[in-house]
């Protein structure tokens, strides 16, 4: 062949070009933030196995600034993350009703509601206790 | 009708001359209801009669003339300039390497569409009269809107998978794979999934979703591959607790993959 | 110079050419295809048909009724025999691809479903929604993928046949990528090269429907039949042309002039009620309707837009959403796409735009040319089923049922053949070589592929348009002529190698040029109206004389000739063409 087709290279930076690619990484890379959230948790449960002394501490150290900040954080990338997720849901399982497919809506208000019991539960079996 | 002066920013390649692709700019005097593609054809007959392009249909079927025009993959044909400023950059798909102009090498999709078995494999002929398959409007629907692709390859133009992983099966095929996977009439899913659940199939995607945003017929490839993850983890579990269902070109890596 | 030996070579890759390569390549696994197309297969134009498959499905149908609507659909100029052994063959044809996986549109048994089309007494058009073309071509491309056999050679332009010693030996076409000519020796070759809408300029067809396949055949000396029939199809969007099918009309649509007039009743087709109703009003032939726009268009009562010229109105507000949706969901998004217009809320303006060239390379035994080797199909071809009017939805049919045995029929008399002769495959390549070289060298005139291609679009827009008469022809033949002339003095301005559009443009520009005159020629001798070829001067049928197909033979530089062969009659007499009544 004679011909010399030509090849652009994708830039290192391509996910910082558009505002799609953005998103995506931004969905992605707040699964860290789960991970660290995660982690922290194993912590308490760990300083909880020490004794009463050392989970005080944990408490403490959550309740600094520096854990508050941190809490914060959690919050914000923990919501984005589980929203990204929920909200494409429909593309991953659609939902049958009869012969028709039901709207995406469907799907995604589905989780949110899942989400709100869940929830609700752990918060009203906190309360009891 | 009114006329609209444009000017048409267009990247040029010709590779017995140029190193490098440069922006060529064309001053085009337009009509109002044309679309990218009409100002194209008047370079070309107007203009500059060296300017590559392909078309045909003009009537968003045919899948030709797909390029990105102001950063967006699009199908140059149903690319309104109401909807666009007064310069205009257009550019061949990206993730292809580009033989000329606006016109880019398919070779790799081509094989790739081939590598999916995108046709039926039967389950036995249907024993009808009339020698055709029963399908209800359910059966239809579940694999329909997975056939409207044009193969216009827009889809990979904005994976960033596919430009990434040169392997990568892409969305068009997998979306394909997937509308036959979900065919009543068919039973060829394992003999896909040596390709599909592979590890230039379906777990190299990691849901990005851009191919079903810019998709000019809403065939949602994201949704197609999503769903074959799904059907293609399934199956590896069963095979798991039930040995004995274990069938030739299992799912790979399957639960190793990210859903 | 490469030379690719293969047993079959087809050209042209849409819904007849991919029908005969999976056809050779199930017969016999051995026999090398070589598929050559300017476009990669899902490009072709079969893409763009919409509303369907014409094939007898209902209990209450039968072959005869399909046999009957097409022949006084084509108005008795079709060959009967080739009639009948096509409609006996479109229902297995089309249940072939169903289990090839067409998503064919379904009753609420699950049966495939059929609709109306016009100048059909009954339903028995296939549809996938509005993109049945779309359908078929990517079942037939795919299913074609699992075959090895089937080499194929994307975006190759073929130029010229290989014929020598009283026989096809081959084809050479230029591979677009690199601009290199390549030799392909083979043993047979079949034309599946589509229509040549494109020499006029307000058509359906897209930009590669330029003849090159009738006119390498013409070229090669093998006659082009019945070229002066040109169909109109009636509902085109003013502007760009795109079509909206005919199955807009077959699910209820109506046409209304400026007065919201149904017009088609004053044409013959009435009474416009009770509707709908086959065989009538807009369920009328293509032909009688784009001649009844052209009469309301004279009376000063089609609908003046200020952007667009004369109109008419396609009205489908009355089917409601949901069926729109359902049924006719593509031209509903191409309406409101390209004239802003929606179907739903408002009526679509339309005129006549041309739609299909019925005349095409002249078949002597449904497939096979009078070259020996040299087979085709499809649209390029001329069996002759569509008479001087095709049937709507008859012609994805024929591409899969003349496409599959013209396959077969290479496939079978390929031992007979023999080899290629080497010397003279390599004398022809030679020449082939040396003409594009010319071509290639040629010195700036002045003229240009662009302006050429302008004035022989206005030439036969305006003497072989709708209506004609022989001054009309007389201009546009002398005109066709002058371009003729003048295209040998048209040089590339683009001189480079690889994926060089200036010269594809170039190539078919000189097919266009020649189908355009064939057609002029052919329609200037036909002194008669009869289906799509309707002369002012000479407004009736008539039978005594032109029962007969046109045959345009080859002349080089000088003007086709044109002959008459007899249409052959088996069991339906010509008669009045009758639609409308109470049927």
Redesign the interface.
């Known amino acids: 062949m004679s011909n010399r087709p030509y090849v652009r290279p994708m830039a290192p930076s391509w996910y910082m070009q558009e505002g799609r690619y953005v998103r995506y990484m931004v969905r992605e890379v707040t699964c860290l933030f789960i991970a660290l959230h995660a982690l922290v948790l194993i912590v308490g449960a760990f300083r909880l196995s020490q004794g009463p002394e050392a989970f005080n501490g944990y408490l403490q150290a959550l309740w600094g600034p520096a854990g508050i900040l941190l809490g914060l954080v959690l919050l914000v990338t923990t919501v984005i993350h589980s929203c990204t997720w929920f909200n494409l849901t429909p593309k991953a399982m659609p939902l049958w009703i009869g012969d028709k497919k039901a709207p995406g809506w469907i799907v995604v208000a589905a989780h949110y509601g899942g989400w709100a019991v869940v929830s609700l539960v752990i918060l009203v079996l906190v309360g009891s206790l | 009708?009114g006329e609209r002066q444009i000017t048409l920013e267009v990247m040029r390649?010709?590779?017995?001359?140029?190193t490098?692709?440069v922006f060529q700019t064309y001053a085009v005097p337009c009509q109002e209801?044309w679309v990218v593609l009409d100002a194209l054809n008047y370079v070309?007959?107007?203009l500059d009669?060296?300017?590559?392009?392909?078309?045909?249909?003009?009537?968003?079927?045919?899948?030709?003339c797909a390029m990105v025009v102001n950063?967006t993959p699009m199908l140059s044909c149903?690319a309104?300039l109401r909807d666009l400023p007064d310069t205009i950059q257009v550019e061949p798909l990206?993730?292809f390497?580009?033989?000329?102009?606006l016109?880019v090498?398919?070779d790799d999709f081509?094989e790739k569409?081939?590598s999916v078995?995108?046709?039926?494999v039967?389950k036995e002929?249907?024993a009808t009269p009339?020698?055709?398959?029963?399908?209800?409007?359910?059966?239809?629907?579940m694999?329909?809107p997975f056939?409207?692709?044009?193969?216009c390859l827009a889809c990979y133009s904005?994976c960033?998978q596919y430009?990434?992983n040169e392997g990568f099966a892409g969305p068009a095929a997998l979306a394909?794979a997937h509308r036959?996977n979900a065919?009543s009439?068919?039973v060829g899913r394992k003999a896909r999934e040596d390709v599909v659940a592979s590890n230039v199939g379906i777990w190299e995607c990691?849901?990005?979703?851009?191919c079903?945003?810019v998709c000019p017929k809403d065939v949602?490839p994201?949704?197609a591959i999503?769903?074959t993850?799904?059907a293609s983890t399934v199956d590896y579990f069963t095979d798991l607790i039930l040995p004995g269902r274990k069938v030739k070109g299992g799912p790979g890596k399957a639960a190793g993959g990210k859903? | 110079m490469e030379v690719i030996e293969t047993d079959v070579a087809i050209v042209g890759a849409g819904g007849a050419g991919l029908s005969a390569a999976i056809a050779v390549a199930e017969r016999d696994p051995n026999l090398k295809i070589a598929l050559l197309s300017k476009v990669y297969p899902m490009r072709s134009h079969t893409c763009a048909a919409e509303g369907g498959a014409a094939g007898v499905a209902k209990d209450e149908d039968s072959l005869d009724k399909h046999f009957d609507d097409t022949v006084s659909g084509g108005d008795w100029l079709c060959d009967q025999d080739a009639v009948e052994w096509f409609v006996e063959r479109a229902p297995k044809e089309l249940a072939r691809i169903e289990r090839w996986g067409c998503p064919w549109s379904r009753d609420a048994d699950g049966k495939v479903a059929v609709r109306p089309f016009g100048g059909m007494k009954i339903e028995r058009t296939w549809y996938a929604a509005d993109k049945t073309g779309f359908h078929i071509l990517h079942t037939l491309f795919q299913t074609s993928l699992q075959f090895p056999s089937i080499k194929r050679y994307d975006e190759y332009y073929s130029t010229d046949l290989i014929a020598a010693d009283g026989r096809c030996q081959g084809v050479m076409a230029i591979e677009m990528r690199s601009g290199q000519l390549k030799t392909f020796a083979a043993k047979t070759v079949i034309i599946a090269t589509g229509g040549a809408g494109r020499v006029f300029p307000f058509t359906t067809n897209g930009a590669i429907k330029t003849g090159d396949g009738m006119a390498m055949a013409y070229r090669a000396g093998v006659p082009l039949k019945d070229m002066e029939f040109v169909q109109y199809h009636p509902t085109g969007l003013p502007g760009t042309g795109i079509l909206m099918t005919e199955g807009c009309r077959g699910e209820g649509g109506i046409l209304v002039n400026k007065d919201g007039y149904r017009y088609l009743q004053d044409y013959g087709l009435g009474p416009p009620d009770p509707w709908p109703r086959k065989k009538a009003m807009e369920l009328g032939p293509r032909d009688m309707l784009s001649q009844a726009f052209w009469h309301e268009q004279q009376k000063g009562r089609t609908i003046q837009s200020a952007s667009y010229g004369d109109v008419v109105h396609l009205d489908m507000r009355h089917l409601g959403q949901a069926l729109i949706d359902e049924r006719l969901p593509f031209v509903r998004d191409l309406a409101r796409s390209y004239l802003g217009v929606d179907m739903v809320t408002d009526p679509v303006p339309v005129r006549p735009v041309v739609h299909y060239t019925m005349g095409g390379i002249h078949m002597e035994n449904l497939v096979e040319t009078p070259l020996k080797g040299l087979y085709a199909a499809g649209e390029c071809a001329c069996v002759s089923i569509n008479g001087s009017n095709r049937l709507g939805s008859n012609s994805l049919t024929e591409c899969l049922v003349f496409g599959r045995e013209a396959g077969q029929r290479a496939a079978e008399q390929i031992g007979s053949l023999g080899a290629v002769n080497d010397t003279l495959v390599k004398e022809r390549a030679e020449a082939s070589r040396q003409a594009l070289a010319d071509l290639h060298m040629r010195p700036h005139s002045g003229e240009s592929v662009s302006g050429i291609r302008r004035e022989m679009h206005d030439t036969m827009e305006s003497g072989a348009g709708i209506y004609r008469t022989a001054d009309s022809l007389a201009q546009t033949c002398t005109d066709m002529a002058n371009l003729r002339d003048r295209f040998n003095r048209v040089a590339l301005e683009d001189k480079s190698a690889v994926y060089n559009t200036d010269l594809i443009q170039a190539l078919e520009l000189q097919s266009m040029v020649e189908i355009a005159e064939t057609m002029a020629h052919s329609a200037t001798k036909r002194t008669e109206s009869r289906g799509s070829h309707q002369r002012l001067d000479f407004a009736q049928r008539d039978d005594e004389v032109f029962l007969k197909h046109s045959l345009a033979t080859y002349n080089g530089q000088a003007a086709p000739t044109i002959d008459y062969r007899d249409v052959v009659i088996t069991k339906s007499q010509p008669a009045a063409r009758v639609y409308g009544g109470d049927v």
Request: charged share 30%; glycine share 6%.
């Open positions: 009708m390649y010709r590779p017995e001359t140029d490098e692709p209801e070309k007959d107007n009669r060296s300017l590559s392009f392909r078309w045909s249909c003009h009537m968003a079927v045919c899948g030709s950063g149903k309104f990206r993730n390497p580009i033989e000329r102009d016109v090498v398919l081509m569409l081939r078995k995108p046709y039926i039967p002929a249907p009339d020698g055709t398959f029963r399908q209800s409007t359910k059966q239809l629907k694999f329909k056939a409207m692709c044009i193969n904005v960033p430009g990434l394909l036959y065919d009439r068919d990691t849901f990005v979703g851009a079903s945003e949602d994201a949704a999503q769903q993850k799904i859903a």
